[in-house]
């Protein structure tokens, strides 16, 4: 009997720098991406999108069977703040402590991309806050604006 494991687990991730810093300057922003796409395929995690602002990033990832999704985003944000402090010298960068998590189907992989890959333009509309609430109330997340900054 053969053991074969086959999975396909998406989610877009969301997490912000803490307070909500404007701290991802435009010349790091692409560097850090990429960066940050490079720890998750260390990790065996399929980075399907990389993008964000000055304050926040989305991630859509597929994750491995063997990784949860707390795992995965300890082991992206530990990676990629050290990042910042040592090769960008911005040694007070932190990420909040949370983030948001949201599985996705397959046929909503093409239309988060193009929405990570827009932010730039997004948020000339509209900040991080009203766009993470949004967020939750797209994937039906109930969520207290008041504690959600907490």
Not at 4 to 17: A, E, G, L
Not at 69 to 91: N, P
Not at 106 to 135: M, P
Request: with cysteine.
């Amino acid at each position: 009997m053969g053991g074969h494991t086959y999975c396909r687990c998406i989610f877009h991730c969301v997490f912000s720098t803490k307070n909500r810093m404007p701290s991802i300057v435009p010349d790091v922003q692409e560097r850090l991406w990429a960066y940050m796409g490079g720890i998750a395929r260390k990790n065996d995690i399929s980075a399907l999108a990389v993008g964000g602002a000055e304050d926040h990033v989305h991630m859509l990832l597929a994750l491995p069977t063997t990784l949860s999704v707390a795992e995965a985003m300890r082991r992206i944000k530990t990676g990629s703040s050290q990042w910042m402090h040592e090769c960008c010298g911005l040694t007070a960068f932190a990420w909040q402590e949370g983030y948001g998590a949201f599985s996705i189907g397959e046929s909503q992989v093409k239309a988060t991309f193009a929405y990570i890959r827009g932010q730039r333009e997004r948020h000339r509309k509209r900040d991080f806050q009203g766009e993470f609430l949004a967020i939750l109330k797209r994937y039906g997340v109930e969520a207290d604006p008041r504690h959600v900054w907490g």
